[in-house]
């Protein structure tokens, strides 16, 4: 049986490859030790090693160095995700570190079982979700998720645009949903359906709206409709500071992933 640590890393790969699958300029690569992506954007977000099983401490030191080559060949900030569970994390660690690589941060990834789940928030005056269906709709998302995440000039641009093609057309993979307070779009999120797993995603609010319980009724909301279609379990990361807002929702802390810098 696979691990709940290990469905929270497929999603996120699969979900990355379906981003990269309608990007040409980023590069999607499996090899059997790692799993990664590289673009010629200069944001660490479009160059990434998502996963890494190497065992050997020497072949572990090798491939970190030879992907931190092609990185910096390319002249871009790129980042690493290491997994606990995974064969040879502590070595990895050794390894990014000899070659450079600071961690800069530590992400928790999350997980609900959605059989039988149910929710009941406090009500929000004058709050509705919508999704979008519509490319000129995305013009709500542009609003209100590049920035919240760092996203700023064409990396910002490109991220509308992935996000745009992978929810647009007839098999949509991504169903993004936006949160209107006021009469405004004020909240974002993303749900990402890979078989029987929903991946929660881009969850951002503008800053004059937060602390009003926003993106949990918006999570919530993206969470009934997976279940609805079928989903069985919803998967996430967070940063510390957000943690609470899912653990409200019933998610637990499953797998501490770390984040390297290069």
Same mark, same amino acid.
């Given at each position: 049986m696979t691990s709940i640590q290990e469905r929270i890393k497929q999603n996120m790969v699969a979900m990355r490859e379906r981003m990269s699958g309608v990007c040409p300029r980023i590069v999607f690569e499996r090899t059997p030790r790692a799993i990664r992506h590289e673009s010629d954007l200069p944001? @660490? *977000?479009? $160059?990434?090693?998502?996963?890494?099983?190497?065992?050997?401490?020497? /072949?572990?030191?090798? /491939? *970190?160095?030879?992907?931190?080559?092609?990185?910096?060949?390319?002249?871009?900030?790129?980042? +690493?995700?290491? +997994?606990? !569970?995974? @064969? =040879? #994390?502590?070595s990895l660690a050794e390894a990014l570190a000899a070659h450079g690589l600071d961690k800069v941060d530590e *992400?928790?990834?999350?997980?609900?079982?959605?059989?039988? +789940? %149910?929710?009941? =928030?406090?009500?929000? @005056? =004058?709050f509705t979700v919508r999704p979008i269906r519509t490319r000129a709709e995305m013009a709500w998302f542009r609003e209100i998720v590049p920035d919240r995440f760092g996203?700023?000039?064409?990396?910002?641009?490109?991220?509308?645009?992935? $996000?745009?093609?992978?929810?647009?057309?007839? !098999?949509?993979?991504?169903? !993004?949903?936006?949160?209107?307070? /006021?009469?405004?779009? #004020?909240?974002?999120? %993303?749900?990402?359906?890979?078989?029987?797993?929903? =991946?929660?995603y881009n969850v951002a609010t503008l800053d004059g709206y937060r602390r009003r319980g926003l993106g949990t009724a918006l999570t919530a909301h993206a969470l009934r409709e997976g279940q609805a279609a079928g989903a069985r379990l919803a998967v996430l990361q967070s940063s510390r500071m957000g943690e609470g807002v899912y653990r409200s929702l019933g998610f637990g802390a499953d797998v501490a992933i770390g984040v390297y810098l290069g």
């Open positions: 944001h @660490p *977000v479009y $160059n990434r090693v998502l996963a890494y099983s190497g065992t050997s401490p020497e /072949d572990v030191l090798d /491939d *970190v160095g030879r992907f931190a080559k092609r990185y910096r060949a390319r002249k871009v900030p790129f980042t +690493w995700l290491t +997994w606990p !569970h995974e @064969p =040879g #994390a502590a *992400v928790s990834g999350m997980s609900l079982s959605l059989a039988g +789940w %149910t929710y009941e =928030g406090p009500a929000i @005056p =004058g996203f700023h000039g064409e990396a910002a641009d490109v991220l509308v645009r992935i $996000n745009e093609a992978a929810a647009m057309g007839r !098999h949509p993979a991504f169903r !993004h949903y936006v949160g209107f307070a /006021d009469g405004r779009p #004020a909240a974002a999120a %993303t749900a990402f359906r890979d078989g029987e797993t929903i =991946g929660i």
